[in-house]
């Protein structure tokens, strides 16, 4: 059965500041979800900080759109993948808002490509009562389960090898059989990964509390 979702809920995860914005951007962007750890996180209780959307199209121009009405910053992090981000500030908190384009025709096999499933989870503002969650991500978020979403995930993108630790540990999860040894044999392909986004995935472990664990 589909997680319903209250309004109250709602606002917890799109404030209600930008939830006006968010929903007249549809008419630009064709389809638009809000996906990955907005809702993770708001599943867990914990507090959001970013905002991830895809779209079919005009993800740039969305991103710009909120960045100007909010007197943020705009950035591009991708131009071959079109994905963009707004640094805003609702309520004088700081709110990291990105833009990417679907990487597949459908929101479904979209979040099938995605690295795992508690992160495969999507929501569609214009019918946000509705938890789009194909994986089960939010059976494995509550079982405490890191699973890939699919046998690929890690020789796809192997920054994801990195990014498991962090998950492990900051949310005390398990790996499903089998997902460490497609870790470690993904790992040599980390070279082909810039050192950029190593960096990042490495700081982003280290502001977690069990640094040492990790």
């Not at 638009?32 to 914990?46: E, F, N, S, T």
């Not at 970013?50 to 943020?72: C, M, P, Q, W, Y």
């Not at 993948?81 to 808002?97: D, F, G």
Request: hydrophobic content about 45%; proline content about 4%.
């Amino acid at each position: 059965m589909a997680h319903k979702i209250s309004q109250k809920e709602i606002t917890k995860i799109i404030p209600a500041e930008i939830e006006h914005v968010v929903t007249s951007l549809v008419q630009y962007c064709g389809g638009m979800y809000i996906v990955g750890g907005a809702i993770r996180d708001w599943l867990l209780g914990r507090g959001i900080k970013d905002l991830d959307f895809a779209v079919e199209k005009n993800a740039s121009l969305a991103t710009k759109r909120i960045a100007d009405l909010f007197h943020g910053s705009f950035f591009v992090l991708d131009e071959k993948r079109k994905t963009s981000r707004a640094l805003i500030t609702v309520n004088e908190q700081p709110l990291k808002i990105d833009f990417a384009l679907l990487t597949s025709e459908t929101i479904q096999e979209d979040l099938n490509q995605r690295d795992f499933t508690i992160n495969a989870m999507a929501i569609d503002p214009t019918h946000p009562e509705v938890l789009i969650d194909p994986l089960r991500g939010e059976m494995d978020l509550d079982r405490k389960i890191l699973r890939p979403c699919n046998n690929q995930s890690f020789f796809s993108d192997p920054i994801r090898t990195i990014r498991a630790v962090r998950f492990l540990v900051d949310f005390e999860m398990r790996l499903t059989a089998g997902a460490e040894k497609q870790i470690i044999a993904a790992i040599p392909f980390l070279k082909n990964i810039s050192s950029e986004r190593k960096r990042d995935e490495l700081f982003r472990i280290f502001e977690i509390k069990d640094v040492a664990r990790s």
